[in-house]
Nanobody
Framework: QVQLVESGGGLVQAGGSLRLSCKAS???????????MDWYRQAPGKQRELVAS???????EYVDSVKGRFTISRDNAKRTVYLQMNSLKPEDTAVYYC????????WGPGTQVTVSS
């Protein structure tokens, strides 16, 4: 099994920045480096939303609402995926999760991001 642990969230004022990390551990057969990795977020009362994706060759995609503000990256040696979030807005407030695209692993606890206006 693979365990995912997200970190780096917190309380920040609008316009501020945060860098989230998500580390995968557990099964050595998880093929982290060959997997497309996603960041998701879930705001209170809303469905989980795909925010950003990164392929094994580091191609990236973003939901329109974060384009130009968020950057996803990965370090395969550390089995970690990152989300740099700049120019944060109150509407970015949510619990953020990472997971493998498609055949997901068990969800981690997420990390809370709260942006005050």
């Amino acid at each position: 099994q693979v365990q995912l642990v997200e970190s780096g969230g917190g309380l920040v004022q609008a316009g501020g920045s945060l860098r989230l990390s998500c580390k995968a551990s557990g099964s050595i057969f998880s093929d982290f480096s060959g997997s497309v990795m996603d960041w998701y977020r879930q705001a209170p009362g809303k469905q989980r939303e795909l925010v950003a994706s990164i392929t094994s060759d580091r191609s990236t995609e973003y939901v329109d609402s974060v384009k130009g503000r968020f950057t996803i990256s990965r370090d395969n040696a550390k089995r970690t995926v990152y989300l740099q979030m700049n120019s944060l807005k109150p509407e970015d407030t949510a619990v953020y999760y990472c997971n493998r695209h498609g055949s997901v692993w068990s969800w981690g606890p997420g990390t809370q991001v709260t942006v005050s206006s």
